[in-house]
């Protein structure tokens, strides 16, 4: 019990210190670009199924953390909301990639994948680094879980190091007696990657592993101790045979006693915890499951971060639920239907799903607002059009002003030839709608009634996006 109150402790103190993402606001999104593209919905109800998938896989938080932390709030490629964006980045790897084209069409996928994970790599691929060795452990909590989890005779284990084959690649991954991932090597080739020059090559001893931790190797690594020792005392840190634990060693001619044999059971036994660990892996993630192709050698780098990124979700939905986190409400509004990062428009954190609904009315009644301030019309106070006949008039204004201006540049076979809708206002018991013609510019935009358009779909499309119903 003891051991028990002295660990929740340090977990406590950990997450208050490492764990500040979970009492932040949602981010206000950075707008880079000023384009009135129309958000558009996924294909049939993806999303719905998408977010259906993550939470069973992770619960709120885990996902609260990829999109807030790691995804952030710029701007990505695709006409979608941003939050939507983020979560079908997710699902790419929980679902081993497979079928996005069901999602958005695979151009528009192939720029968001590109976007976050190879443009933003070098920052992306610190911050996960980061995260993933000091989020989760240190030297007084494994102690701590060894002491309480571990069995007797093996209580000074601290860390399992094994190593992990994904598709003609090979990693090594040290985990605690939490279950906890604390760290993960460079992928290599399998043809180049074997477990002892990996093992060197981690450089534990630089602040990856404390010398009052424990170290549970197999047997291909203990020929590689002594190599291990020497580096770390050339760089100033002192480990030694006790930092290490690993199967004894048959000697030639001779057999191993009942004892050492009991163990080598044991240990091996002990040490099959982190297989379990690569088995839910890949249960969480589809794309690190090993029954993928075989990946080109440039793919290796991203592959990598994206484990480690799996690691880190891991991390967090097994600390939740160990530990008892408490999900407060603004850690689930991302499975609300519609929700966006907060912009600069917004006046309202974004807490509760009816304070969600006010920030997207304030955000539209502004946006229409501006527009209204922008129309040109022939600089008239009466800026609503009473009638149809009045849209009529105004289309035809606009095409006698654009022909005297030569600003025509095409002869129309159908008069309401548009280019994209750009908003609404709803009068006199009825919804106009501002439209863009194709081949002028915003400065000739017009007013429309619902029965003046010829392309229904856009119509239709629009009118769904904006929840419009008649």
Known sequence: MQYTEQLDTEVKNLVSTKWGFLGKPWPEI????????????MKGNTIDEIKEVLLNRFGFIPV???????YGNVEYPGPYREIEKGLV??????????????VMPYATFYDLYKRFWITNYSELNKKVKQDLNGMFS?????????????????????????????????????????????????????????????FIQMKLYNKKISEADCLGINGGYNLFIQKFKDNATDADYGFHDGNFLHPIRKEPGQKLTLNET????????????????????????????????ALQISDIKYYNIQFRVA???????????????????????????????PSKKNKLDLVFSNEQKVNTEYNEMVEMQQKFLQLNMNQSIDMVIDSEEDADDNLLKRRRKATRGGQRNRQYDNSNEIEIIVGHVYTNNKYIFEVKWVGYDAM????????????????????????IQL
């Open 30 to 41: 950075h707008h880079r670009f000023n384009h009135r593209t129309v958000i558009k919905d």
């Open 64 to 70: 609260f953390y990829f999109l807030t932390v790691l």
């Open 89 to 102: 980045l997710l699902y790419h790897m929980v679902s081993g990639g497979k079928d996005m084209h069901k």
């Open 138 to 198: 240190s030297p007084r909590i494994r102690i701590l879980a060894s002491l309480i989890n571990n069995p007797d005779g093996l209580k000074n284990v601290t860390l399992f190091i094994d190593g992990h084959d994904g598709p003609a690649v090979r990693t090594h991954v040290i985990q605690d007696m939490n279950e906890i991932i604390t760290h993960v090597s460079v992928f290599k080739k399998c043809a180049v990657g074997n477990d002892g020059t990996m």
């Open 262 to 293: 009991h163990f080598n059971n044991k240990f091996g036994s002990f040490r099959s915890s982190i297989e379990a660990q690569f088995s839910m892996l890949g249960s969480k993630f589809e794309r690190f499951n090993n029954n993928r192709a």
């Open 311 to 341: 690691c880190i979700l891991t991390n967090i939905w097994r600390f939740v639920d160990k530990y008892d986190i408490e999900v407060q409400p603004y850690h689930k509004l991302w499975y609300g239907k519609g929700f966006e990062f």
């Open 444 to 467: 000739e935009n017009s007013w429309l009634a619902i029965d003046k358009f010829n392309d229904r779909e856009m119509l239709h499309e629009y009118m769904a996006t904006h929840d």
